[in-house]
Structure formats: C-alpha cells, structure tokens
C-alpha cells in the first residue's frame, strides 16, 4: 500500500492548530516514514483554501496564520492529485450511494476507489469526520477515522 486518500478535514488539522492536530500530524508524519503518498482529488485545493478563508473570517485563524497554512499546503511534496475529470462520474455515484446533498466527500472516496483500481494496491481514505466515517464504513472497507490512527 503506497498511496493514501486524506479528507479536508484531517488536512485542515495538520494545517492549523484545533482538536485533532495532533493525530492528523502524526498520521501525516507516520505516512512520510513509510514512504506513502497522498493522493487527493483536485478539488481539495479549493476546499482546504475555502475552510483557511472561512477561519479568518470568523476570527479563528489570523491572515497571516491562513497565509502560512496555504503556502505549507501547497508546497507539500507527498501529495499528488487526480483531475475531476477522472473522478467526477464515480463521485455521482457515490453521492447517490449514500445520499450526499454534495460531492465534496464522494469526490476523496472516488479518488481513493479509482486509484486503488489503477494500481491494484488499497488505497486507504482517511477522515477526522466521524459523522461521515460512520455513514460509509460498512460499505468501504477502505474508509479509516483519524481518531483510530496507528500512529
């Protein structure tokens, strides 16, 4: 297993400093040590940018913190993405699946279905939403929750 899916959410933490940080960082730190990439979907430029954006504007992060967290995150070398358009039709599916009202989520689950697909190697989805970890975990054996991380 080489590559692993990480959800807005566990970046975010890893980014800024809230509940969870410290598990999103050793998870992140865990996967370098062994020499696992990060695949995300294209779109979590936008969402991980979107939730820094929305933490300045509601006084939880100042810009200069937001400006640093962006800059980190856009220069993270383990990380690689997939363009919508490889993903977009089987995040639909997925969507409709379990009645999301959006892709966003559906979008790092097709992500990690596709890539595991390509390469014939799991490609694990980590989320520190236990709401959405609990929603899809019967059903993707690959969906893991940062608060069970090994490291």
Do not use: H
Request: charged letters at 30%; a neutral charge.
């Amino acid at each position: 297993m080489t590559l692993v899916c990480l959800d807005a959410s566990v970046i975010v933490k890893v980014l800024t400093r809230e509940e969870g940080t410290e598990a999103a960082s050793a998870l992140v730190q865990g996967l370098a040590k062994a020499a696992r990439s990060v695949v995300l979907p294209d779109l979590a430029l936008i969402e991980v940018g979107g939730v820094l954006r929305q933490k300045v504007c509601r006084n939880l992060l100042d810009s200069e913190q937001a400006e640093k967290a962006w800059k980190l995150f856009r220069r993270l070398k383990l990380v690689r993405y997939l363009e919508a358009d490889k993903y977009a039709d089987r995040a639909w599916s997925i969507s409709k699946e379990f009645g999301f009202p959006v892709l966003y989520d559906a979008a790092y689950l097709a992500v990690s279905e596709l890539v595991s697909e390509e390469s014939g190697d799991a490609c694990e989805f980590w989320t520190a939403d236990k709401k959405l970890f609990d929603s899809i975990k019967q059903r993707k054996a690959y969906a893991r929750l940062l608060a069970q991380s090994p490291f």
